[in-house]
């Protein structure tokens, strides 16, 4: 890859996705709502059930 090409990638906004679950919580409790109410999911799923913090907690 290209230095300049590889420089753009990491200025761009994609470069600053959030992965830690903690920081992304409240967000992924609506859309586990959201899907849930249109049957994408047979039931809401709890955060402990989308997330396996232990992967975070052990870095």
Do not use: R
Not at 13 to 27: D, H, K, R, S
């Amino acid at each position: 890859m290209p230095a300049e090409q590889a420089q753009q990638a990491l200025s761009g906004p994609l470069a600053n996705f959030v992965t830690a679950p903690q920081e992304i919580e409240a967000g992924t409790e609506i859309f586990a709502e959201f899907a849930a109410e249109n049957g994408q999911t047979d039931e809401q799923l709890a955060l402990d059930k989308i997330f396996d913090y232990s992967v975070y907690d052990s870095v």
